[in-house]
């Protein structure tokens, strides 16, 4: 399918067709499985607060709805694409099935810088995209989430929009809202949590002992700034951070709390003058314990998968390691890899866990949550380890296994209709 041309979903297309292989998925299943269900790109006219017209273009992609409503953000980034959200639902939907969640992958954006946006321009753009998209969204058909460039407030916009239309309330449109508004506790922070639960889980099983353990986490957003501070919990130093604009690396480890003041006067780690300034392409290659990619997609490639010098890699990101690259990683068994739909699934996890809550008008308190997402995500994690290690194969090549094979047996099951 040409429309959905371009290197992320290429990728993604790539890991997929090595575990059909693996699975030995027959020819006439497999585009069924692989290829959406279901994409709609829209034009989005708003007018702008100097009183002209722009025009954005939106996406919205559902991947498949065999084992209940889709899942997944909606992003708000200059480089957005339909192809790149295609290959991000799809890749949702291998994470929902890894952690046994009844829905199918998707994901939405739109092709805008939102930092060169007033609040009001988002606001009206949040609210045109949701009007767009109301036939094709609904609780029980696809539930949208914070990504890339958006929060809980864009997430309150498009709530109040749907709202709108319906006539009465609806909070399990969406998740990641406030909690004022039924957000569930612990929501903003799970997907960081949960990355630094699984990697103190990996530093078990390779013995690494966390107090005299180095991170290097590569963008200090929502997930990256959660990430490092849940790990310097653990005991773990956070010797180099970034962001878009550039990084941050202190051999004798950075202190997070003053740079996260610094980074909420100034929007970005650069300047902060605690810290020598490094590049994000350099930063990667430091020598550490831990890295954690929690940046975009395609960050360590062929060019730089033989220098990385980690014991860890924890891909917060969603596909940050080219399938070139993971094919010399693989000849570097040193490094133990938390694959993506594994490592940064906390977020759905407790997104499923904020529908659940809407759904019953029923909340749960901040620590009945995060032990249902680390029972969860421990049970994945078990299950994805105990597959690599008896079949012999990549972490990620257990992962996406275990993913494929059950949204495969659930469209086995349900049959083609008619």
């Known amino acids: 399918m040409e429309i959905y041309d371009h290197p992320t979903f290429r990728m993604a297309c790539q890991q997929f067709d090595l575990v059909a292989d693996r699975l030995q998925i027959l020819e006439n299943e497999r585009a069924r499985l692989k290829f959406p269900k279901r994409s ?19 996406y919205r992609v559902q991947h498949h709805l065999t084992l209940g409503p889709t899942k997944g953000g909606l992003r708000y980034h200059p480089d957005v694409t339909l192809g790149e959200v295609a290959a991000l639902a799809m890749w949702m939907s291998w994470k929902c099935a890894l952690t046994g969640l009844p829905y199918g992958g998707a994901k939405g954006g739109i092709s805008c810088d939102p930092r060169a946006l007033s609040k009001g321009e988002l606001e009206r753009l949040t609210r045109r995209y949701t009007q767009e998209m109301i036939p094709f969204i609904g609780p029980q058909i696809d539930v949208m989430a914070p990504d890339l460039g958006t929060n809980e407030q864009t997430m309150a916009w498009i709530m109040d929009t749907y709202s709108m239309h319906t006539g009465y309330t609806v909070p399990s449109i969406v998740t990641g809202k406030p909690v004022a508004l039924g957000g569930s506790l612990g929501r903003r922070e799970s997907t960081g949590r949960g990355v630094a639960y699984l990697i103190n889980r990996a530093m078990d099983t390779v013995g690494m002992n966390a107090g005299e353990a180095t991170a290097v986490v590569q963008g200090f957003g929502n997930v990256g700034s959660v990430t490092a501070f849940s790990l310097a919990k653990y005991g773990v130093k956070v010797v180099a951070v970034s962001d878009a604009f550039g990084g941050l690396f202190n051999a004798n480890g950075i202190n997070l709390w003053e740079l996260e003041k610094f980074v909420a006067e100034t929007k970005s ?21 831990i890295l954690v990619p929690a940046a975009l997609e395609r960050q360590i490639t062929e060019k730089n998968a033989a220098k990385i010098q980690c014991r860890i890699l924890a891909e917060a990101a969603n596909g940050p390691t080219t399938p070139e690259a993971d094919a010399i990683l693989e000849q570097r068994p040193e490094i133990f890899i938390i694959p993506d739909i594994l490592c940064n699934a906390g977020g ?55 993913g494929i094979k059950r949204v495969q047996e659930a469209k086995k099951i349900r049959g083609l209709f008619p």
Request: with cysteine; aromatic share 10%.
């Open 40 to 58: 709609m790109t829209v034009a989005l006219p708003i007018r702008c607060d100097d009183g002209s017209v722009q025009v954005f273009s939106g």
């Open 348 to 402: 759905v996890i407790v997104s499923y866990f904020e529908w659940v809550q809407d759904l019953q008008s029923f909340f749960w308190t901040e620590t009945e949550v995060m032990d249902k997402l680390f029972r969860i995500l421990e049970h994945a994690f078990t299950q994805t380890l105990t597959m690599s290690r008896k079949e012999k194969i990549a972490m990620r090549l257990a992962a996406l296994s275990l």
């Open 269 to 289: 780690v650069v300047g902060f003058k605690e810290a020598d300034p490094i590049s994000n392409e350099r930063l990667l290659e430091l020598k550490c314990d």
